[in-house]
């Protein structure tokens, strides 16, 4: 299967060190997937405001990229819970005939129509399935990818105390479809595990950080209350660093923490963490660009910026 790198915004705009460990860990170097890039591709667009506000907005925009990854047949590869929640939910309104009219309407005007993907049925006949939009943990928690995750590891973290923060859109997606059991989240934990390190339990886990909904950047006081809960449940289980599959959520954490403690607890992409224990460059993961200092998690683990 071919995949779309998906990277959204907040990635390249914020924490372009999750971009470069994302293609290091599928890349010859690591697991060698086939994913490839879809320069057309633009924001999801961000399911907190535009599906909120403008629902067919959102639709003909999020109708947009997917006709990009149908047109070579590829499934998407989110590497954001927003994205994926964004884009998975529109393949389910496209799955209506009347929406779909709708939107091709609108994607007329640029040369596109969505349909899915064409498949051969009975005879001469073609069916049509949605682009498949999949987040990049769920890429990486199938059978041969994580046997081959667990033979790249050149860095075991033995000793790391992780915080896996899975975030709101991880967790419901859709109406139709989830990545992983809502109540009982396991992917997240189960690559650390295989990374050789611990993933800690703590109180609410599975709250939200204060980021989504448009909250962040409407009520940053409520956001940073409710952040400010989460980082006393994972301090109070003496974690050395919080793991999230959302660049959204790590923004949150890595912003929030400078109001309520001057003892940061260091926040990190999974795929970051995956790229550490396969033995790339520390250096350029990008984690000078966060805000709370990644210099004790690499203490940690013995390992230094070259």
């Known amino acids: 299967m071919t995949y779309a790198y998906f990277f959204g915004c907040v990635i390249p705009s914020r924490y372009p060190g999750i971009e470069y460990a994302v293609r290091w860990v599928t890349g010859k170097q690591g697991l060698n997937l086939d994913v490839v890039d879809i320069p057309e591709f633009s924001c999801c667009p961000v399911p907190g405001i535009f599906y909120s506000t403008d629902r067919d907005t959102w639709l003909a ?3 947009r990229n997917l006709c990009l990854a149908q047109r070579g047949k590829m499934e998407v590869m989110t590497v954001c819970n927003g994205c994926y929640g964004s884009l998975l939910k529109a393949t389910e309104y496209l799955s209506e005939p009347k929406r779909m009219g709708q939107v091709n309407k ?3 005007k640029v040369g596109m129509k969505y349909t899915g993907i ?3 049925g009975e005879g001469t006949r073609r069916i049509f399935r949605p682009v498949s939009v999949r987040h990049f943990v769920d890429v990486i928690h199938t059978d041969g990818v994580m046997m081959e995750l667990a033979k790249g590891i050149k860095k075991p973290l033995s000793g790391l105390k992780v915080a896996v923060h899975y975030g709101c859109h991880y967790l419901r997606p859709t109406e139709h479809t989830a990545i992983d059991d809502a109540n009982d989240p396991v992917k997240v934990d189960d690559i650390v595990k295989v990374l050789g390190a611990e993933s800690v339990d703590y109180e609410d886990k599975l709250a939200c950080c204060g980021a989504g909904g448009g909250v962040r950047s409407h009520v940053v006081e409520l956001a940073n209350a409710l952040c400010e809960d989460k980082f006393k449940n ?3 289980e003496n974690a050395d660093v919080i793991v999230t599959p959302c660049p959204f959520c790590l923004l949150q954490f890595d912003n929030s923490q400078k109001t309520f403690t001057k003892r ?4 990190v992409h999974v795929a970051q963490l ?3 224990a396969m033995g790339a460059d520390v250096g350029k993961l990008g984690l000078e660009l966060h805000n ?3 210099n004790p998690l690499l203490a940690k683990i013995g390992m230094v910026p070259k």
């Open 234 to 236: 994972i301090s109070s």
């Open 264 to 267: 940061g607890i260091p926040v």
């Open 61 to 63: 925009l999020a109708a």
């Open 292 to 294: 709370v200092s990644c």
């Open 274 to 276: 995956m790229a550490i």
């Open 118 to 120: 064409a498949e051969k």
């Open 106 to 108: 609108v994607l007329s």
